[in-house]
Structures are given as structure tokens and as C-alpha cells.
């Protein structure tokens, strides 16, 4: 399908008039993130069908008729391997989308695993293959190139074809529901706001570190993520996780006993020494009683990598008398999240809500059976 090219708020309105007519959109995005914590827009790729539109962010001030289209329930939105989108979403439009389903979990649904990219997809309907040459294209450099256009059109041009097939496949399966549950569940992740207080659980090696040095290390992290912020900086450009951990373990009274220390890095030191050594002090005034518990790992638990497998079995055999595989049913990472929550592992009992395997349709499924199957000792 020929597209069209929207570079002014006249021609934006209008489309997202017509646009707003429709059942379904075949939404992409292009953006470029590589010195920067947010993605910066480049392109909107839009089809309902009689309608590709290439919308040109940079060259139009109010894109607000393009988000109230995201918003509105009564139009399907398909995206593949939505992820990355929906960060641009947040960040460049505040705009939670409404009614969307992500075509890649579709495909998972259908047997195809859990990362099927979208020209792997094109090509095991159409037989296509597409051109990806322009996919490390810099989308916020202008202007762009026929090529590059050409290129941004295909991924909405194809999707919105595919779908009707998806829907229909997915639909024989019985398991439409459940890809859309997961597509709705990916938008309210990423939609939940980061709790700066506890980005410390994300640094590796973090069960080294006592109690006193996790509460230095629970204010180094905010402090990273706040500069990231303000900056528009990936994270580890801030500081390093290692340079994180090392000062939290040594907690250095100055920043040439920082320079000294192993795992530190120099550049980290160099420009955000001074910085650094603030929240140091800082998190030494905290009151003991505010320090992080020791955290104990699932590993170290007795008998754990046994429960593991029983566990894993479980779960196939459960996953098979469905009709599905045991990706879609439950990662190691979501096995680990039920495990730690049943050994109640760093207070893990006080988030019932957070554990994948007994919310939403895997509950539906299995999770008495997995209860049950559990308190039995496995």
C-alpha cells in the first residue's frame, strides 16, 4: 500500500479523523536510544487499511490526535513486540494505550515461541523477506531517505494484513483471551511507576552485602536513577553497577579512598566522585532500623534446585494438557518468583499480586492444582 507522509498539524487532524472511524490500527514506532534513559521519537507508522500514514513527530508540535486514538476502546490496536513502544508511549505522549494486543504474543499463543521477530512472522505467512537494512537507521535525523520510508511503511503494511489470519488462528486455539491478558499485563507493567527505593534489587551480587551496606547501596541507586532522569542519561552512563557495589561495600570516607578501591571505576570517580560521596553520607545517618533485611538467595534455599525440577515438570505437564508449551506458561524467572514467594524469601508473601503463576489466566489454569501440588512438598 502507498503511504502517505504527515509532516503538519493540519494533515495530522485530519487523518486521525478518518482514522477514528476504524476497527483495528497496525501501529509501529521508530525511535533511536543510545545515549539517552528516553527514546527519542522518530517516526509514527500508522494502517487501518485504507490508510498507511508515515507521522513525523519532529515536524509536528501536538500529537495528541494520534494518542486519543490509542486511547479509545473501540478500535484494536496491534502491535509487534510492543515492549520499546509503549516506554515511547509514556515518555514522548503520557498515553496509555487501550484495546491493544501485541501480534508477537499472538505468534507465541500459535507455537512459535516467545521472541519471533516481525520479519520471521511476514515471511511464514507471505513467503516475504523483508529488506531490514535500515533498521540501524537514525529516525531523528532528517530527512529521511525514500529507502528508509519504504522501510517504516512494510512493518505496518504487513501487520495489519496478518492479523485477521492471527485472530482467526488464535481464536480456533481458544487462546485469544489469554494473549490479550498478556499484552494487557506487558501495558500495566510498563506503566507502573519505578519505586526508586527499590532499584537496589536489581544490581547483581547484591546478597553479598549486610544490611548497613545494602542501605548504602538503596541510596546510591536512587540517587543514580534521579541523575539519570535529570539528565536523560542511560543509567550506567551515571555510574556503574560495579562502582555502586565497591562503595557500598567499603563505604570510603573520601573520593581518593574511592579512586583506591576495587571494581571502582576512575570515570565514575572522576565525575561523579564529590557527588557520591554526599549520598554516602547521607545513608550513614539513616536510622538502623530503616536498613534493608539481608537478602537470601533462592539458590542457597535446601533442596532447591530439585524443587526446581519437580516444580518445572509440574508445570509441562500442566502447560501440555492445555495445548501449550511451557514458555508461554512460565519462565524460569516466573518459576523463581513463585518459589521465592512460597518460601517467603525477603518478605516474598507480602506481594501475592506479583506472582505470575497465580494471577490472571495461570491461575485460571493451574493455580490450586499448583498450590496444592506444593504444600505437598513437591
Not at 32 to 53: E, H, I, P
Not at 144 to 165: E, G, I, R
Not at 304 to 332: D, H
Request: glycine share 4%; proline share 3%.
Amino acid at each position: 500500500m502507498d503511504y502517505q507522509l504527515i509532516e503538519d498539524q493540519q494533515s495530522l487532524n485530519k487523518l486521525c479523523e478518518q482514522l477514528n472511524k476504524a476497527t483495528v490500527l497496525a501501529i509501529d514506532t521508530e525511535f533511536v536510544r543510545t545515549r539517552t534513559l528516553y527514546a527519542k521519537l522518530g517516526l509514527l507508522q500508522v494502517c487501518d487499511g485504507t490508510n498507511l500514514a508515515l507521522i513525523d513527530p519532529l515536524a509536528i508540535d501536538d500529537l495528541s490526535p494520534f494518542w486519543e486514538l490509542l486511547t479509545n476502546a473501540n478500535i484494536t490496536k496491534v502491535l509487534h513486540a510492543c515492549s520499546e513502544d509503549l516506554e515511547v508511549f509514556l515518555t514522548s505522549g503520557n498515553c496509555k494505550p487501550v484495546n491493544l494486543i501485541d501480534s508477537q504474543i499472538m505468534m507465541s499463543f500459535l507455537g512459535h515461541g516467545l521472541s519471533i521477530g516481525y520479519a520471521a512472522m511476514v515471511e511464514h505467512y507471505t513467503g516475504i523477506e523483508l529488506d531490514k537494512s535500515e533498521s540501524r537507521t537514525d529516525w531523528t535525523k532528517r530527512p529521511l531517505t525514500t529507502k528508509q520510508l519504504a522501510y517504516a511503511s512494510a512493518d505496518v503494511d504487513h501487520l495489519f494484513a496478518l492479523y485477521p489470519k492471527l485472530l482467526a488462528e488464535l481464536s480456533d486455539t481458544g487462546f485469544l483471551e489469554y494473549a490479550q491478558l498478556e499484552s494487557q499485563a506487558m501495558i500495566d507493567k510498563k506503566f507502573t511507576p519505578i519505586d526508586e527505593n527499590t532499584l537496589y534489587l536489581n544490581i547483581k551480587m547484591n546478597w553479598r552485602l549486610n544490611p548497613k551496606q545494602l542501605n548504602i547501596l538503596k541510596y546510591l541507586a536512587s540517587w543514580r536513577f534521579q541523575q539519570a532522569k535529570v539528565r536523560d542519561l542511560p543509567i550506567g552512563f551515571v555510574a556503574k553497577d560495579h562502582t555502586l557495589m565497591a562503595l557500598a561495600q567499603s563505604n570510603p570516607a573520601s573520593v581518593s579512598a574511592m579512586l583506591s578501591l576495587e571494581g571502582v571505576e576512575n570515570q565514575d570517580v572522576r565525575h561523579k566522585g564529590k557527588a557520591m560521596l554526599a549520598v554516602l553520607n547521607q545513608a550513614n545517618k539513616a536510622e538502623i532500623s530503616t536498613y534493608p533485611e539481608k537478602i537470601s538467595r533462592l539458590d542457597e534455599y535446601p533442596g532447591y534446585k530439585q524443587i526446581f525440577k519437580k516444580l518445572k515438570a509440574f508445570l509441562i505437564v500442566a502447560a501440555e494438557r492445555k495445548g501449550l508449551t511451557i514458555e508461554n506458561v512460565a519462565s524460569k524467572k516466573q518459576i523463581n518468583q513463585f518459589l521465592t514467594w512460597q518460601f517467603d524469601l525477603n518478605d516474598a508473601r507480602a506481594s501475592d499480586d506479583k506472582v505470575d503463576l497465580l494471577t490472571s489466566w495461570r491461575y485460571e489454569l493451574f493455580g490450586e492444582a499448583l498450590l496444592a501440588f506444593a504444600d505437598q512438598g513437591y
